[in-house]
């Protein structure tokens, strides 16, 4: 079947075009043990690295640390806490991360750090607009070097970034928009590009650090709430502690454990790529409260996928993106699920 006979060409946008391909978004989430979110008044750039206290932060050579934009959240309420929200400073403050009109305002800063495979702890801070980099850096070093620090609560984050991609910025701002107050004692923001805006609306729950695609209301209540069974067919991305083969594997565990899986940790994981890197396998191996178990998994490339140039039909795709699928797996060990 010619697909581009089927999809009229305004109707060529990422999200769409890819979901109708029946594409698993798993093995498609980043990999880190740290998340820097900066609040920054939208518009955001293509890329945030072109914000100058971004652009110094990348330049430090940050290992296995993602940097976000979030949309700030002025409600005074909020997870700050017994500090009073302070303004945000003016656009041109943060953009030139030096003091100006708004020198003295603070900027809300959430550092995530992986405590396990399952696991990150977050902090909230409040520092200065002026030589914003230097600060959030000593923060990436020592969060609870920060007197003034409160644990972060658990989190949603949600891609929105219109200028990075159409389908993110329509797709992922209503579902936040639909999501901001629907459960207490989460905070749903607004978020810079994650990757993979072919799978939007896409989005990290934290504090269990994964990544999830193609998300709307529903799917999102049940991972946020942990009812019924895991919805990770045609959402889960993955495990952000994990290489893209590492992840394909361990939704296999997530699927029979449960929403149980959560409460245990990978205490080794390693990847060896086959020649040509369609192939791979993977060892995982974990403890938990019903013991420790391991795995063996076989990893392969079932195809390439063209990623679209927004509103350009797929013969005119510039890339392609790899779609990975589970072949052989095997468990062993106490903890060795159904």
Known sequence: MNVSSTFPALSYRCAPW????????????????TLVLIEVPPPWPKDVIEIPAFADLQRRGLRRTRLLAVRPDLDPGGPVGEVAVPTFPADAAIASDQPGPGAG????????????????????HVVASGNLAD?????????????????????????GHGARDRCCARLGTRLALDVAAVWTG?????????????????????????????????????????????????????????????????????????WAWLDHALTSARTEIAAGGRSATVELAWHGPTGTGTATARIDVVRDV?????????????KTATELALGAFSVGGTAAPS
């Open 18 to 33: 890819t979901r109708a391909q029946n594409v698993d978004p798993v093995g498609s989430a980043l990999t880190c043990d």
């Open 105 to 124: 305002h603070g900027v809300r800063v959430t550092i995530w750090r992986r405590v396990d495979s399952s696991r990150l702890v977050g902090t909230d």
């Open 135 to 159: 600060s959030v850096a000593r923060l990436i070093e020592a969060p609870w070097a920060d007197t003034g620090r409160r644990v972060a609560p658990a989190e949603v984050l949600l891609c």
């Open 186 to 258: 989460v905070r749903v923001r607004r978020c810079s590009h994650t990757g993979g805006h072919r799978f939007a609306p896409t989005g990290f729950t934290l504090p269990d650090g994964r990544a999830w695609g193609f998300l709307d209301a529903e799917a999102l209540d049940a991972i946020v709430r942990r009812y019924g069974r895991p919805p990770l067919g045609g959402h889960y991305r993955g495990n952000t502690a994990l290489d893209s083969w590492g992840q394909v594997a361990e939704r296999e565990l997530f699927e029979r454990f449960g």
């Open 306 to 318: 063209p990623v679209l140039v927004c509103g350009e039909p797929p013969e005119l795709a510039t």
